[in-house]
């Protein structure tokens, strides 16, 4: 039988492992407070990242390159939580 600590162990691999994967996009929306698009067909998706880290990356890369347009937001989506929602 394993310890608790082979088994804590073997989890944090497990998470560690797993694919979290993130999508980051952006658009010009309808007022700087809102999170609704103006023209959904000019929706920029930045790209599917496969941790949070890349997927932060990449958003903070977008949303500097249009700091000058407060229209335009990016916004980061956990899709592994909507993949598989019991999983933390």
Do not use: C
């Amino acid at each position: 039988m394993a310890s608790l600590r082979e088994l804590g162990t073997k989890q944090m691999h497990e998470h560690e492992n797993r694919q979290l994967l993130h999508l980051v996009f952006g658009g010009e929306v309808v007022s700087p407070g809102s999170v609704k698009f103006k023209d959904l067909s000019k929706l920029h998706i930045v790209g599917i990242f496969p941790n949070y880290k890349q997927a932060h990356d990449a958003w903070r890369a977008a949303a500097q390159a249009t700091v000058d347009n407060a229209q335009v937001r990016y916004f980061v989506v956990h899709i592994h939580r909507l993949l598989q929602p019991d999983l933390p």
